[in-house]
């Protein structure tokens, strides 16, 4: 498989998603294709990460992935998507210009010229506005690390961090705390469904991926990364062969996985 058209895939796949999703985060886009497809929410997340975060060490997704995101994009296949795509191309492709007729006269010959020095006088100018919109952009950048300047805090919402105004006040409309803005914790920590298909132990070295925490109600919360509960502040536990077998449900939420008779 092309990764050209693999990234072109994967591309279309989350704009269809952020237009039938409310939320337009990693996570909400990830749920939504896994609800469309056989695939789980993790792994859509993977494509996320290399081709929409541009997270070059992100490993391609598999034939299977790839064939799942053609089924969700509407298309029989992956071969017919590529068939289909090629044929826009070569539609929207600009003529060729390169031959010219022997017999063609001077003025003609000088209108090429000049065109070809508008368009390199275009393309200058529009290297420079980009370096312009770059330097301003990191002139904001600077101006917000400064003493005073504003600074953005996080709250949790009862499955992901959202970010929120520090001077909303001490608690957010969930009845959640206002705390200062964590990068890793506001991508990495959330609250997530599992089944006994979830990925709990990393392939490479067997250490944990899940995280939980039991609640006074005897439930189990699962989460996706170590640390403290967003809420009380109790330390979250590594999740054990012992929980899984357990507590983690067999089936998953889907009529696919369901014997029937």
Not at 35 to 52: F, G, H, N, P
Not at 73 to 102: M, T
Not at 134 to 156: D, L, Q
Not at 234 to 250: D, G, S
């Amino acid at each position: 498989m092309d990764e050209f058209y693999i990234e072109k895939i994967t591309e279309e796949v989350f704009e269809k998603a952020r237009n039938r999703s409310a939320s337009h985060k990693k996570y909400a886009l990830a749920k939504e294709v896994e609800a469309a497809t056989d695939l789980s929410y993790r792994t859509v997340e993977r494509a996320y990460d290399k081709y929409i975060r541009r997270r070059a060490k992100g490993n391609m997704p598999t034939a299977n992935t790839v064939e799942e995101f053609c089924k969700y994009l509407d298309y029989k296949d992956y071969a017919e998507f590529v068939e289909k795509n090629k044929a826009k191309e070569r539609v929207n492709d600009p003529p060729d210009i390169s031959q010219k007729d022997e017999n063609e006269d001077s003025s003609v010959g000088t209108a090429t010229v000049t065109n070809q020095k508008n368009w390199r006088s275009i393309s200058i100018f529009g290297t420079f506005a980009l370096t312009l919109i770059i330097a301003f952009y990191f002139i904001a950048e600077n101006k917000a690390s400064e003493p005073g300047a504003p600074v953005k805090c996080m709250t949790w919402n009862g499955t992901v961090y959202e970010e929120i105004s520090c001077s909303a006040g001490s608690y957010s409309e969930y009845g959640t705390a206002i705390e200062p803005y964590d990068q890793k914790r506001f991508e990495n920590f959330r609250r997530i469904d599992v089944d006994i298909t979830t990925s709990f132990f990393s392939e490479q070295n067997q250490k944990p991926l899940v995280w939980y925490y039991k609640n006074e109600n005897g439930e189990i919360e699962y989460y996706t990364a170590p640390g403290v509960h967003p809420v009380n502040g109790k330390t979250l536990k590594a999740v054990t062969e012992y929980i899984i077998e357990k507590y983690v449900p067999i089936h998953q939420n889907k009529s696919s996985s369901f014997i029937r008779d």
